[in-house]
């Protein structure tokens, strides 16, 4: 459980980072709150021979009004989202997600941009961010970029950043008073989704159904056109491919995406 060796620099601001990232080109990795990446390297699953900080770095974090959309800084924590009056005003689902990810110090630590960078379909953020229709922006010395959730998450841990991009900020359009649900089934409190589903304003995702969070499209139709919310649920495990691991098979899986979809659908109905 000892990382492979490693160079560590601190950015002072995101345009720093952006400059150290094509400074080291592949040979680097961001560090944000690192709950994510240092369990990785110590299994050396990841050994990267730079880590560049952005921990402290300048202008990352924050949440700020943008017209109809939360602007949401990269480096900000989960806790920060979780207790923010802004965001449980406009965007409750999100700050409710941020409240379940894991403990009081993983939620002091991690941070948004992170989760969302790491892409583990099991997790919150990338399940919420999907169900809001939001979206991110990534920086690179080109300038920056925006893609919306469902386009940025392609493929199990594998997102659309391009080598020497840094995820910059998250938009999420702001809801006010919008019913919401949000159910996510687990063993233990501090344990990643078994499977998890968010629904608001007629979108339904899942997580852990498949290698990204997922849209549970054939309910969101049946419902649309009117199906109660138990037929409606009857149909969320359409189009998935959830995995198999020693927490569940892929039957229990589609069934829990259907029992949390209809739970998720009563709360907003
Ligand atoms: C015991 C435990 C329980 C957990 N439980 C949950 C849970 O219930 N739900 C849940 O959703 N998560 C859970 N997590 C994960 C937690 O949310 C992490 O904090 C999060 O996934 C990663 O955020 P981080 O800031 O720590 O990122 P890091 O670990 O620092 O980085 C993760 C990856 O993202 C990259 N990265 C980070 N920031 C950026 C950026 N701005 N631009 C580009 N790339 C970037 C890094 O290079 C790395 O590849 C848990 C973690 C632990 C250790």
Redesign the pocket.
Known sequence: MIPAPFDYVAADSGPH?IELLATHGDDA????????????MKLRL?A?AVLID??RAAG?AGIVVDGEELVIG??T??ADLASSALVRADAPLLAH?AS????PQ??H????????????P?????MALVALGGSVE?TSPEGTRRIVAEDFFVGYFETA?QDG????AVRVPRRPGVRWGYE?F?RRA????IVGAAAIDGRIALANMGPVPLRARAAEQARAAGATNADAAALAAQGTSPGEDIHADRAFREHLARVLTRRVLEQIS
């Open positions: 980072a990795k961001v560090l944000a709150g690192g709950h994510s990446l240092l369990p990785m990841a990267p952005i921990g990352l990269a480096t924590r989960h997600a379940l990810v894991g403990d993983i939620r630590r991690g941070t948004i941009g992170g989760s969302l960078a790491h892409a583990d099991a997790a919150d953020l990338p990534l950043l991009e840094l995820l910059t996510k687990v501090n344990d990643w989704a």
